[in-house]
Every structure is written in structure tokens, then in C-alpha cells.
């Protein structure tokens, strides 16, 4: 399987970096399995950063390696997603110590209608009604050593 990186660096051993940024699965290092995606995560960290140059870090993964980590996957944007991404983005995140969290990634459209579920403004299930029809990609956060261990660098590309 290959998955993306987008930074504004390449990387090619990734590292688990403390931070206090309250992202959807935690903190990890996040990748995904499409190329686009990963080019706009390039593009928007650098822009944040205001330093280095969009770069997509590609990398190899063996899924026979993937299975045998304790892995937490949400197949769609579904009400338990919802809730995870809740707890993780206000700073409360739940029990578990999964080394990998797969599913759909928050993108700039569906991040609003997270956030306003965050401040109350609509259900749970109204929530999840505004997101379903929404072409959500996909993510991975690879949160432990153990999870590192089994990425293949490949190679960088700058976009």
C-alpha cells in the first residue's frame, strides 16, 4: 500500500512530535492514501509555517505488517467518527491506545460542520446528515513507534 505526507519538508523517517494542536485522531503522524490530499496538506502547511517548500513524502507500507497493529478504523463519517473527532478536537480525547486511527479526514467543508456541532449548534445527527454526502478522503495517523517502524520511505516529491 502507499500512502502520502504532505509537509513543508521531506521526511523520510518520520518522528511522533509532541504538540499541543487538537487534530481529528490525535496526535500521530498523519498520511493518506490520496495524492491530492496530500499535495493540499503540503501546500497549507507550508503557507502556515511560512517556511520550507510543499514537499509529498511517499511511502510504503506492508498491509500484512498494517494488520497485526491494534488498529481503530472508521469506515465512514459515521456518529461514532463524529464523537472520536469531538473528544480529539476538545482536547478530551477518549481511552485507547491504538497505533493506527484510519478514516475519514475533516476536510475544509466538513471541519465547519464538525465545528459547529462543537458549539452546539446542531445535533449529532444533523451532523452526520450534512456530512454524508460529502466525498470525505482519507487518513492515517500512525501514532506509535511500533506503527513507524513498519513505513517504507520511498521517496519526496515537491509539488
Same mark, same amino acid.
Given at each position: 500500500?502507499?500512502?502520502?505526507?504532505?509537509? &513543508?519538508?521531506?521526511?523520510?523517517?518520520?518522528?511522533?512530535?509532541?504538540?499541543? /494542536?487538537?487534530?481529528? %485522531?490525535g496526535a500521530g503522524f498523519y498520511?493518506?492514501?490520496?495524492?491530492?490530499?496530500?499535495?493540499?496538506?503540503?501546500? /497549507?502547511?507550508? &503557507? =502556515?509555517?511560512?517556511?520550507?517548500?510543499?514537499? +509529498?513524502? +511517499? %511511502?510504503?507500507?506492508?498491509?500484512?505488517?498494517?494488520?497485526?497493529?491494534d488498529l481503530l478504523t472508521f469506515?465512514?463519517? !459515521?456518529?461514532?467518527?463524529?464523537?472520536?473527532?469531538?473528544? =480529539?478536537?476538545?482536547?478530551?480525547?477518549?481511552?485507547?491506545?491504538?497505533? +493506527?486511527?484510519?478514516? *475519514? +479526514?475533516? =476536510?475544509?467543508?466538513?471541519?465547519?460542520?464538525? =465545528? !459547529?456541532?462543537?458549539?452546539?449548534?446542531?445535533?449529532?445527527?444533523?451532523?452526520i446528515q450534512l456530512l454524508l *454526502?460529502?466525498?470525505?478522503?482519507?487518513?492515517?495517523? %500512525?501514532?506509535?513507534?511500533?506503527?513507524?517502524?513498519?513505513?517504507? %520511505?520511498?521517496?519526496?516529491?515537491?509539488?
Open positions: 500500500m502507499i500512502l502520502y505526507h504532505g509537509s &513543508n519538508v521531506e521526511v523520510t523517517r518520520p518522528r511522533l512530535i509532541p504538540s499541543k /494542536r487538537l487534530l481529528d %485522531f498520511l493518506t492514501s490520496d495524492l491530492e490530499q496530500a499535495k493540499k496538506w503540503a501546500l /497549507r502547511t507550508t &503557507n =502556515n509555517r511560512e517556511t520550507g517548500s510543499p514537499t +509529498v513524502t +511517499v %511511502f510504503e507500507i506492508d498491509e500484512k505488517e498494517l494488520v497485526k497493529l469506515e465512514s463519517a !459515521n456518529k461514532e467518527w463524529l464523537r472520536y473527532i469531538a473528544a =480529539n478536537r476538545t482536547g478530551k480525547p477518549t481511552e485507547g491506545s491504538h497505533d +493506527v486511527v484510519i478514516g *475519514p +479526514v475533516a =476536510n475544509d467543508q466538513a471541519i465547519r460542520t464538525v =465545528n !459547529n456541532y462543537l458549539k452546539g449548534y446542531f445535533p449529532e445527527d444533523v451532523a *454526502p460529502q466525498k470525505l478522503k482519507d487518513q492515517y495517523a %500512525f501514532r506509535t513507534e511500533k506503527s513507524l517502524d513498519i513505513l517504507k %520511505f520511498v521517496e519526496a516529491q515537491s509539488v
